[in-house]
């Protein structure tokens, strides 16, 4: 009988254990489960947030109308030296540049930048729009100027500088040119490139040739994506550059 008193004992005890053991796992899932709602309102809350930041971002994100582009190889390597302060400068160059000589030029665009952002150096900064100028074209270039000069930020530049880097990819990926081979655009540019030096011989032909040289590659790019096969007839039979204006009516 004592023995059996002292199973009975033994067995409440274990079974008072457990229960004790049992009481707090319990208390535990009963808690997971109602944290698993708040995990995912957090989840959706963050989710909501991050679409929120997107759209900020995409209202405040600039944009450049790249269907403005009307111009081949010939108009963007004449808008390079249109729109640098030290190029040699021209009548016939600015007809051919489709008047690219009314933008801010390299030199302006670059120190508002630099005053904006309170950093930068100023060769460097005209080298680089230098390229944006071929890149995109003075069309389109003067879509970027009016965005750059309205900057008062460097949030805004950067916004600006963004929108170009979008054109660029845009014009590359949808040209609208005859789909002209390297050879080919790389005569053309040596053609361009002889007679604007030619008609620079009294003002300083050198840097008609460092700026033009600086450019040679993206020019070359530009015509394969968007010059035509008139345009290319047109400028490797001209003689001078007053004949390259000839062709303003095929560089289209």
């Known amino acids: 009988m004592k023995r059996l008193s002292l199973s009975l004992l033994a067995c409440s005890f274990t079974l008072a254990l457990a229960c ?56 963007r390597a004449a808008a390079v030296l249109e729109t640098n302060d030290n190029a040699h400068h021209s009548d016939v160059l600015a007809d051919i540049s489709h008047h690219a000589e009314k933008l801010a030029s390299d030199e302006t665009v670059c120190k508002h930048i630099i005053e904006v952002r309170g950093s930068g150096e100023l060769d460097a900064c005209v080298k680089e729009q230098e390229h944006h100028v071929v890149l995109l074209g003075p069309e389109i270039y003067a879509q970027a100027v009016e965005c750059l000069m309205d900057a008062s930020t460097a949030e805004q530049i950067d916004l600006c500088v963004a929108a170009e880097k979008e054109a660029e990819l845009l014009l590359h990926e949808k040209p609208h040119g005859d789909g002209l081979d390297e050879k080919t655009c790389t005569e053309l540019f040596d053609q361009f490139e002889k ?51 000839e062709c303003a009516p095929k560089m289209m």
């Not at 708040?38 to 997107?54: F, I, P, R, T, V």
């Not at 345009?231 to 390259?244: N, R």
């Open 20 to 75: 004790d053991k049992a009481e707090p796992a319990a208390e535990k899932a009963d808690k997971a489960t109602k944290e698993e709602p708040k995990a995912d309102e957090a989840k959706a809350d963050g989710d909501a947030a991050k679409a929120d930041e997107a759209k900020a971002a995409e209202a405040e994100a600039k944009h450049l109308d790249v269907s403005a582009d009307k111009s081949g190889a010939l108009a």
């Open 195 to 245: 007679l604007a030096i030619e008609d620079a011989k009294d003002d300083h032909p050198e840097v008609v040739k460092e700026i033009l040289e600086e450019v040679r590659a993206d020019v070359v790019e530009t015509c394969m994506d968007q010059g035509t096969k008139a345009e290319v007839e047109c400028g490797m039979k001209a003689t001078t550059l007053a004949e390259v204006k």
